[in-house]
């Protein structure tokens, strides 16, 4: 069985930071992408970063230079450093793990990252 577990969520104040990771454990074959995903209270769940077998990383626009996210393809690790963080940052974060072959993804169950004074 497939799981995808994440860590580093947790209460910080607008302008800190966190890093994020998730780790991926079972069968799993070829990785396409790995990518990190938030639901702010109220909101749908919006993607908000991407990183792809060939390490090229995609990020909305809100969170442009401030968060960046890597992966150990090997490891199945992807991590997401959130940098100058602001309260519009607070969400549950999740990790998707996308595989070629079969075409299924993945998800984790979640994290809260709250920023707040």
């Known amino acids: 069985q497939v799981q995808l577990v994440e860590s580093g969520g947790g209460l910080v104040q607008p302008g800190g930071s966190l890093r994020l990771s998730c780790a991926a454990s079972g069968p799993i074959s070829t990785v396409a992408a790995m990518d990190w995903y938030r639901r702010a209270p109220g909101k749908q769940r919006d993607l908000v970063a991407t990183?792809?077998?060939?390490?090229?990383?995609t990020y909305v626009d809100s969170v442009k230079g401030r968060f960046t996210i890597s992966m150990d393809i090997a490891k199945r690790t992807v991590v997401l450093q959130m940098n100058s963080m602001k309260p519009e940052d607070t969400a549950v974060y999740y990790c998707?793990?996308?595989?070629?072959?079969?075409?299924?993804?993945?998800w984790g169950q979640g994290t809260q990252v709250t920023v707040s004074a």
């Open positions: 998707k793990l996308r595989q070629i072959q079969p075409r299924r993804e993945f």
């Open positions: 990183i792809d077998y060939g390490g090229t990383a």
